[in-house]
């Protein structure tokens, strides 16, 4: 007798009842690679954001809260602009504990016939830069000329075109990686094209800067703090003896996004934790009810032969079938709804959300089935041990 081919003529057989157990499976499946997914683009969000900003304290002119709130700009994709005096750079410079300072410029390109995109524009100093250039020469190895421009990953271009700046062309260099932050929609080039763009913008009427030369402002500084030294420290310094300039520890503004990243994380992981318990009882409630309905089934494989560890066997590959094909579904919506809305979701939440890399999404997609496939099988393990100690001659004499 072909016993492999029993388990999955029972599942074709029974219909209802294998698309029941399928979509359950499918559903536990869903829930933890879905959940493995929101949790870990949150996680490697966060971390990008942290090694975008690559600053310690940020510097910004005291009227930058009240005129365009930094972490909406940094953080959120906010277009917006501020300066302050360059003058102001040297005297942080000389504050005790800064090892590294580096001045950038930030202009707003205007939703208007003169721009091709409304984005964020942000400059910095190549001689100083920490932060930025780092992040660009993996793409991009050569030095910014003037109207060069870098793009987030996010903006609809392509390296070798050109975008509309105040009337201004400028050449897309490079297209940098996703970082799965408001990083993405903005536009990074040299010191030297945001003031000429300053200056453009100025002669269309549009008044970025009205009593100033650009090349007596900027728009922030971003401080690297000495080892040995406290941050907050050096921060309080800063607010204390350099007037008219706000520091702001970078650690500090991401504490709002940490804190909600935790929140979201462990709601997630609740409900994983609730589908999985509520997957297992109805797993077990069902393999054990199966028991019930095939009594006499059982028994007359018992009467022609077969062992009670073969049919114990039978029992958990057909649970295994079962597991599996539900896995593959699982997996399949997970690759349906949660993958391809990445920017959705991440605009749903308002937090830095980055897609693990491809191996790991391989490897986390085989490590669900895996997972889904051993519960399956355990669930009806119970079902199994229950037949060993099936009575075959009472069965057969009932009318059950």
């Known amino acids: 007798m072909q016993y492999s081919k029993i388990p999955l003529r029972n599942i074709l057989k029974n219909k209802g009842r294998s698309i029941s157990l399928i979509l359950i499976t499918a559903f536990l499946v869903f829930s933890m690679f879905g959940g493995w997914a929101v949790i870990n683009s949150l996680k490697n969000g966060m971390e990008s954001l942290e090694a975008r900003l690559g600053a310690d304290v940020i510097v910004v002119p005291d009227s930058a809260k009240s005129k365009t709130d930094l972490e909406a700009m940094l953080l959120q994709g906010t277009p917006g602009y501020f300066y302050m005096n360059k003058s102001v750079l040297d005297k942080i410079a000389q504050t005790e504990g800064v090892e590294l300072v580096s001045p950038q410029y930030f202009l707003a390109s205007a939703k208007a016939g003169c721009c091709s995109v409304a984005v964020q524009i942000i400059g910095f100093d190549p001689d100083t830069d920490f932060t930025i250039k780092p992040w660009i020469q993996s793409k991009y ?3 910014l000329e003037l109207y060069d421009v870098v793009i987030g990953a996010d903006i609809n271009s392509y390296v070798g075109s050109e975008i509309l700046l105040y009337n201004t062309n400028c050449k897309v260099v490079a297209k940098l990686d996703a970082t799965g932050t408001a990083l993405d929609t903005a536009i990074y080039t040299n010191a030297d094209t945001v003031k000429k763009l300053i200056v453009s913008a100025n002669d269309q009427g549009i008044n970025v800067l009205s009593d100033n030369s650009p090349d007596n402002v900027i728009s922030s500084v971003y401080i690297k703090v000495m080892d040995g030294y406290d941050p907050q420290a050096v921060t309080d310094d800063i607010n204390i003896h350099v007037r008219r300039v706000q520091a702001v520890r970078t650690k500090n503004m991401l504490t709002g996004i940490s804190d909600s990243l935790s929140a979201v994380s462990s709601a997630v992981t609740v409900l994983i934790v609730v589908i999985w318990v509520l997957s297992v009882v109805l797993l077990t409630i069902t393999y054990s009810m199966l028991i019930g309905e095939r009594k006499k089934e059982f028994a007359i494989l018992r009467i022609i032969g077969t ?7 039978l029992v958990l590959y057909e649970a295994a079938l079962i597991s599996f094909a539900g896995s593959i579904i699982g997996i399949l919506l997970t690759s349906a709804i949660v993958f391809p809305f990445s920017s959705l979701i991440e605009e749903s939440l308002g937090l830095p959300y980055l897609l693990p890399n491809i191996s790991g999404i391989i490897i986390a997609g085989f490590l669900s089935i895996l997972i889904a496939v051993l519960i399956g099988s355990l669930t009806s393990a119970y079902s ?3 037949l060993s ?12």
């Open 307 to 313: 062992s009670r560890k073969k049919l114990a066997l």
């Open 141 to 143: 190895k050569d030095n």
């Open 389 to 400: 100690r099936v009575d075959t001659a009472a069965i057969l004499r009932s009318d059950v």
């Open 384 to 386: 199994a041990s229950k």
